[in-house]
């Protein structure tokens, strides 16, 4: 007789022989002795779990001549037919080869006889889920409304895959994965049975590439008993399965997180002898680091982490050593990179790279840390104005001040070129005056008088005051002065650090007639129907703060005299030229599209609000710049998104 596999020859034939199934073996017990066992189910998980072993052991008790017991007998004829294979009121269908619809029709005709030997017909029906849509269909009635002495038994390993009309029809049980103590308990018997013996490595090697298949399991344990003989060791285990043991995971995971790209290197030289698939070293090593995030993180890892005592109790010793955060980032590091190099043409220079970057990472700084960093920087910006310039004056490295010589601001004594700082006429929140918006530099006199030459006395303005926020869209850009700028020069030194820049208002202004059509264009980029309806004008002029476009007939201008519609243009225009100004509409012989006089206020005010915001007095004052472009639209040059038009 041919050697019969451990896989065949240790299949249970009875509940109690059944491994890590006890919620579904207790159910289906008491079903037999209540006498509640239902005409279909359906068992359902992974490979080797003992879904058509359940349902055999089913079929024996429910067949068993000694009654409804608990257990089959398998004294009787019919569970000696069962365990024979030669029942002829037990029918085994495999799905996969017989999937079609015409199968399912001779399956109904046979079911229409009474059992012959036996008091029920049991139909188990393998992969259940390969068969037909047609094929399904035509079970549906039979399945819903069997004959008295039929019970249906499937097995599926992808439940999804089954129409849920089947199975509301079946009662189910879905088969759970065997614990690592669980299989490594069965196979233990098993070898002692065999007269092997087995060392706990060698056995954890099994178990752990089982997966929770006992079928698996059984398939490598008989591969290695006829490697290995009587006597198996762990070495001999990793050397006939190809694997690689997890002290050198674990050393090459420490070197990892230690920094060490030498020793990390040679444990994967070592992996490479000793022969392991690429995709399974892959796995070892982002599962190794997973089980350290999960122990790292969590209060009880043995609930999430089917591994033996030892092991881990090595992965709580390894992440007490590092934050969560650096394991977390490593873990992610790897698993971005490893997934590639399952699929390089050259994998082992694609997971040295991955191990290159990964060694280069400093430790994660936690980001509630770099919040409260944050929260220190804004708090010091938001300080009053004097201390924010002398922590500006104590960051400035003494050097720099001892070799600048000083320099004189020289004016002539024409009262017409000399230049007096004049206060602006509005006022900020506080109360206090608005620098000016601009500063034109002094014009020396000729050089006859340079001798007359004299520096008047720096008129300092009163700090900047403190206002709210700057808007989420706005943006104020400060514009630091150059060296070879008109405005620094040896005749014209740059203010004193005490002293606040002025608004440089002024600096960007644009020629409307020159630039209107660039404002188009801008106008346009952002708002395609807004930009058409100013190309249709006939031509447009500024004068006193007032931008006047003409059009020829009131229809063009319509859409643009609504507030919104115009408030938004005038946003444009005001970020466009850098000037404040209004917007009106003018049709020749008509008072058509007619404007609000207030309609720039808005647009003033959060202009104004930017430009007294505290982060951009502060930078103004750090730097000792001056504020360039305010613009009050979107920060970004891309197109707006199409807006509803108000009509």
């Known amino acids: 007789?041919?050697?019969?596999?451990?896989?065949?020859?240790?299949?249970?034939?009875?509940?109690?022989?059944?491994?890590?199934?006890?919620?579904?073996?207790?159910?289906?017990?008491?079903?037999?002795?209540?006498?509640?066992?239902?005409?279909?189910?359906?068992?359902?998980?992974?490979?080797?779990?003992?879904?058509?072993?359940?349902?055999?052991?089913?079929?024996?008790?429910?067949?068993?001549?000694?009654?409804?017991?608990?257990?089959?007998?398998?004294?009787?004829?019919?569970?000696?037919?069962?365990?024979?294979?030669?029942?002829?009121?037990?029918?085994?269908?495999?799905?996969?080869?017989?999937?079609?619809?015409?199968?399912?029709?001779?399956?109904?005709?046979?079911?229409?006889?009474?059992?012959?030997?036996?008091?029920?017909?049991?139909?188990?029906?393998?992969?259940?889920?390969?068969?037909?849509?047609?094929?399904?269909?035509?079970?549906?009635?039979?399945?819903e409304e069997p004959p008295e002495h039929v019970y249906f038994m499937f097995a599926t390993t992808e439940l999804h895959k089954v129409p849920v009309t089947i199975l509301s029809r079946c009662?189910?049980?879905?088969?759970?994965?065997?614990?690592?103590?669980?299989?490594?308990?069965?196979?233990?018997?098993?070898?002692?049975?065999?007269?092997?013996?087995?060392?706990?490595?060698?056995?954890?090697?099994?178990?752990?590439?089982?997966?929770?298949?006992?079928?698996?399991?059984?398939?490598?344990?008989?591969?290695?008993?006829?490697?290995?003989?009587?006597?198996?060791?762990?070495?001999?285990?990793?050397?006939?399965?190809?694997?690689?043991?997890?002290?050198?995971?674990?050393?090459?995971?420490?070197?990892?997180?230690?920094?060490?790209?030498?020793?990390?290197?040679?444990?994967?030289?070592?992996?490479?002898?000793?022969?392991?698939d690429i995709k399974r070293f892959i796995n070892e090593l982002l599962a190794w680091f997973r089980s350290l995030v999960v122990c790292s993180i969590s209060k009880d890892p043995a609930v999430l982490l089917d591994l033996p005592a030892d092991e881990l109790a090595l992965l709580q010793e390894v992440a007490a050593a590092y934050s969560s955060q650096t394991l977390f980032m490593m873990f992610n590091l790897l698993l971005e990179g490893l997934e590639k190099a399952a699929f390089s043409a050259r994998p082992r220079f694609a997971v040295e790279m991955t191990f290159i970057r990964a060694v280069q990472v400093d430790d994660v700084v936690p980001v509630t840390d770099l919040l409260t960093r944050l929260d220190d920087v804004l708090a010091g910006v938001a300080l009053p104005q004097q201390q924010v310039a002398q922590q500006a004056r104590q960051s400035i490295p003494s050097q720099q001040s001892s070799q600048q010589p000083p320099q004189v601001n020289t004016q002539t004594n024409n009262h017409e070129n000399q230049q007096v700082p004049q206060p602006d006429q509005h006022r900020g929140p506080t109360g206090s005056s608005l620098p000016p918006s601009t500063r034109q530099p002094s014009q020396p006199g000729p050089p006859a008088e340079a001798e007359k030459k004299k520096a008047p006395e720096p008129v300092a303005p009163p700090p900047p005051p403190q206002a709210s926020p700057s808007d989420e869209q706005g943006v104020a850009s400060v514009n630091a002065p150059e060296a070879n700028a008109p405005g620094v020069s040896e005749q014209n030194p740059p203010p004193p650090e005490d002293t606040y820049a002025p608004l440089a208002s002024g600096v960007h202004k644009k020629d409307v007639r020159k630039h209107w059509p660039d404002f188009v264009s801008y106008v346009q980029e952002r708002i395609k129907w807004m930009g058409a309806a100013l190309n249709s004008s006939s031509s447009a002029r500024l004068e006193n703060g007032v931008l006047t476009v003409n059009y020829d007939e009131s229809v063009d201008c319509k859409l643009l005299e609504s507030k919104a519609n115009l408030v938004r243009l005038t946003e444009f225009a005001m970020d466009f030229f850098q000037e404040e100004l209004k917007v009106t509409f003018q049709v020749?012989?008509?008072?058509?599209?007619?404007?609000?006089?207030?309609?720039?206020?808005a647009v003033r005010q959060e202009r104004q609000k930017l430009a007294h915001d505290s982060l951009v007095l502060a930078a103004v004052d750090i730097f000792n710049g001056q504020v360039g472009d305010i613009r009050v639209g979107p920060r970004f040059r891309g197109p707006l998104h199409e807006e509803k038009v108000d009509e």
Do not use: W
């Open 171 to 276: 009662q189910r049980y879905e088969l759970k994965r065997v614990a690592h103590a669980e299989l490594a308990a069965h196979f233990a018997s098993l070898a002692q049975q065999e007269g092997i013996n087995i060392d706990e490595a060698a056995l954890n090697m099994v178990v752990r590439e089982a997966g929770g298949s006992v079928r698996d399991g059984l398939s490598l344990l008989d591969q290695v008993f006829s490697y290995c003989g009587e006597n198996v060791i762990g070495q001999e285990v990793a050397d006939v399965l190809g694997l690689v043991s997890h002290e050198v995971i674990a050393d090459l995971a420490r070197a990892l997180l230690a920094k060490d790209l030498s020793a990390a290197l040679n444990n994967l030289d070592k992996v490479y002898s000793y022969g392991m």
């Open 1 to 143: 007789m041919s050697y019969l596999v451990l896989a065949r020859k240790s299949r249970p034939q009875i509940f109690a022989q059944v491994v890590g199934q006890k919620p579904i073996v207790r159910t289906l017990q008491n079903g037999l002795l209540q006498n509640r066992v239902p005409h279909a189910l359906i068992f359902s998980g992974v490979r080797g779990t003992g879904k058509t072993t359940l349902a055999r052991i089913m079929a024996k008790a429910i067949n068993c001549e000694q009654g409804p017991p608990p257990e089959p007998c398998n004294k009787c004829r019919s569970c000696k037919e069962i365990m024979a294979g030669s029942s002829v009121d037990l029918h085994e269908v495999d799905g996969a080869s017989n999937r079609g619809i015409q199968e399912i029709r001779e399956l109904k005709e046979n079911i229409r006889f009474m059992p012959t030997s036996s008091k029920f017909k049991i139909i188990i029906i393998d992969e259940v889920h390969m068969l037909t849509t047609e094929a399904f269909n035509a079970l549906l009635k039979t399945l």
């Open 588 to 601: 020749p012989n008509s008072s058509a599209c007619s404007t609000d006089s207030d309609s720039a206020g």
